[in-house]
């Protein structure tokens, strides 16, 4: 049994089976989800279907509905904060942050004013370029912010007019589904359709012929098979893929005054952000005081069961993942490298890993060169900046990176040196709604928020009126 049901045409839909969810900070089955059956998803989408002829045809009922829903997330942070931290296993204090953080994208794209954009009007034509909608949105979302990332798809689709059947990743599926029910008080049945399941699910859904759209976040491996399946009927796609985020460090940087902000750009979340920090080039001067400051920010941090208050890292959010970080640390270990902090997991149950300091790594090395995703850190030496960029683009990623220097400007011009879409300069992981974002290289296609987002869930149409 489940106390948890998808929303399927706005009604409550148990699964004809269920599947277990694990609570990360014990490595146990706590909860059951509804398994949605090829059946319920032809309804849900059939459902999305239906609801997009009304819902596309009025702009003002839309953006009440994005502000109640908002309102709502407000209101339901403190219900939803709990579940997301059992699942994933954040502290609860960031669940409530990711929670009241959906409401703010919500709020956001309610209010999202796009110009009209009329090119030419004269004796001769009218020219206007009008945005449409597409029709049904799939959308499917990973494990480690399932709320914020279900209303950076929610939101600006709704908001464009059209419909959505959204799908949670299996680990992370309980407070997505709560969202679904919240939202089914604010929105007409059928507009947005939550369904629970495997990868099979996702799998169903980017090769359904109803989606028009797939709007995708997770993996690169992933985001492949999902751009293969839109392919033969030509869906298009947002793909929101991994990356491998370089911070550069410059010459002139103290490191005891950027430490704190560079660490928490690289564990936030455990470690489990997509633009996370994953490597730190630091020139060879510096280098002994930074990896000791960063050392010094990983002993203070406090790693534990995310309901117990003033823990500040929960666990790694599930077995994979947790033994993928493992595996990697190991292969940076027996390569040479030095544990500084870390470099195993927290003895006992759950896949709680301590913060992980790596001295003396070498590009060519598993942690430098692939995605980690997860509370351990490369820092690398460097001599020269030029070849040190060289090193940070030599990637198929390129979600985000950062450079830090005492001088902002310096910091600014060398930033935008890195082959990537978004370029920090003594920041990291500053995001929000009204700023694109996306990746180049195999970190994606497309970008979310902002207006960009929003036109990513629309095409073009031309509306040319002769006058003669
Ligand atoms: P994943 O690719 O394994 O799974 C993501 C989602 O895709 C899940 O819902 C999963 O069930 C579904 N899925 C799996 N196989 C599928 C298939 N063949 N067809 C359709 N759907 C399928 O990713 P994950 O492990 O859940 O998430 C971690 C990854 O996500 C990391 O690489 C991270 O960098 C990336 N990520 C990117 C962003 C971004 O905005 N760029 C944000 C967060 C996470």
Redesign the pocket.
């Known amino acids: 049994m489940t106390g948890y049901s998808m929303t399927i045409d706005g009604s409550a839909v148990l699964g004809g089976a269920t599947f277990g969810v694990v609570n990360p900070a014990t490595g146990e089955v706590f909860e059951q989800a509804p398994e949605c059956s090829r059946e319920q998803l032809d309804g849900a989408m059939e459902s999305a279907h239906k609801a997009y002829r009304d819902w596309r045809s009025d702009e003002a009922a839309r953006r009440r509905a994005l502000h109640a829903a908002g309102d709502a997330l407000f209101a339901a942070a403190g219900d939803l904060a709990p579940v997301l931290t059992s699942e994933q296993g954040k502290p609860l204090s960031d669940a409530n942050m990711e929670a009241f953080g959906a409401g703010v994208w919500f709020k956001y794209f309610a209010d999202l004013e796009v110009p009209r954009e009329v090119i030419q009007d004269d004796d001769n034509a009218f020219v206007e370029v009008l945005r449409r909608p597409l029709g049904v949105v799939a959308a ?6 399932p709320l914020i ?1 279900a209303s ?1 798809k929610i939101a600006p689709a709704l908001l464009a007019g059209n419909t959505m059947v959204l ?5 992370t599926p309980l407070a997505t589904l709560k969202l679904g029910e919240l939202l089914a008080g604010v929105l007409p049945p059928g507009v947005l359709n939550v369904v629970s399941g ?6 169903w ?2 090769s359904h012929p109803t989606p028009r759209k797939i709007s ?8 492949k ?2 751009a293969a ?1 839109a392919a033969p009927d030509l869906k298009r796609v947002t793909l ?4 491998n985020d370089p911070a550069i460090l410059l010459d002139d940087v103290d490191p005891a005054a950027i430490a704190s902000k560079l660490f928490w750009g690289a564990f936030q979340n455990n470690g ?4 996370a920090i994953k490597r730190v080039y630091v020139p060879e001067a510096l280098y002994d005081d930074v990896v000791e400051a960063l050392a010094e920010q990983a002993r203070a941090v406090k790693v534990g069961d995310g309901t117990v208050e003033g823990n500040q890292l929960g666990p790694i959010n599930n077995r994979p ?1 947790f033994e993928r970080v493992s595996e990697l640390v190991a292969d940076a270990l027996a390569g040479g490298a030095r544990a500084v902090t870390g470099g195993k997991a927290v003895d006992g149950p759950g896949y709680f890993y301590e913060p992980t300091i790596l001295a003396g790594s070498t590009d060519g090395t598993r942690i430098v060169d692939e ?1 980690q ?1 997860g509370p351990a850190l490369p820092v690398i030496a460097y001599r020269d900046l030029d070849d040190a960029l060289e090193r940070a683009n030599a990637t198929h990623f390129g ?1 985000s990176g950062s450079v830090w220097s005492a001088d902002g400007d310096r910091a600014a011009e060398v930033a935008t040196r890195l082959e990537c879409g978004t370029a920090w300069a003594n920041t990291h992981l500053a995001l929000q709604p009204n700023q694109p ?3 180049s290289k195999w ?2 296609i497309g970008v ?1 928020n902002g207006p960009w987002g929003y036109y990513g869930f629309t095409e073009l149409q031309v509306l040319h009126r002769a006058k003669q």
Do not use: R
Not at 198 to 203: C, K, T, V
Not at 240 to 243: P, R, T, V
Not at 272 to 275: F, L
């Open positions: 499917i979302t990973p494990w480690n912010y990332l950076w799908k949670p990743s299996p680990y495997g990868d099979d699910l996702g799998q859904m980017t995708f976040t997770g993996s690169v491996a992933t985001g098979h999902v399946s929101e893929l991994g990356g489990q952000v997509c633009s993942q995605e995703f979600l974002f996306g990746g970190s994606g979310e």
